[in-house]
């Protein structure tokens, strides 16, 4: 069984940064890409980024974001800047294939609430 756990989200005030982790464990785990998505209240999960396991091609949906792997560790960060109340949100790790949509992903994390203050 893969678990994804997540964590480094918390309370920040707007312009403040967060770098979020995410560490894969299981024997089985195998999967190509990890990535992060976001959910708002009453919104629907939002793409943020993506990273390659093997090769280390990335794809934004979220241009002041950066994903960074650390394959020694089956982890990956999500590094957040110029944070905005807007950004409040519960993050979420996944891996699979790697796409732009949610259908992409086999694994999620439990999700990790990002506070962002004005």
């Known amino acids: 069984q893969v678990q994804l756990v997540e964590s480094g989200g918390g309370l920040v005030q707007a312009g403040g940064s967060l770098r979020l982790s995410c560490t894969a464990s299981?024997?089985?785990?195998?999967?190509?890409?990890m990535g992060w998505f976001r959910q708002a209240p009453g919104e629907e999960r939002e793409f943020l980024a993506v990273?390659?396991?093997?090769?280390g091609t990335t794809y934004y949906g979220n241009s002041r974001f950066t994903i960074e792997r650390d394959n020694a560790k089956n982890t990956v960060h999500l590094h957040l800047d110029n944070l905005r109340p807007e950004d409040t949100a519960i993050y979420y790790c996944?891996?699979?294939?790697?796409?732009?949509?949610?259908?992409?992903?086999?694994?999620w994390g439990q999700g990790t609430q990002v506070t962002v203050s004005s």
């Open positions: 996944a891996a699979g294939l790697g796409t732009a949509t949610v259908g992409g992903y086999d694994y």
């Open positions: 990273v390659n396991l093997i090769s």
């Open positions: 299981g024997r089985s785990f195998s999967s190509s890409a």
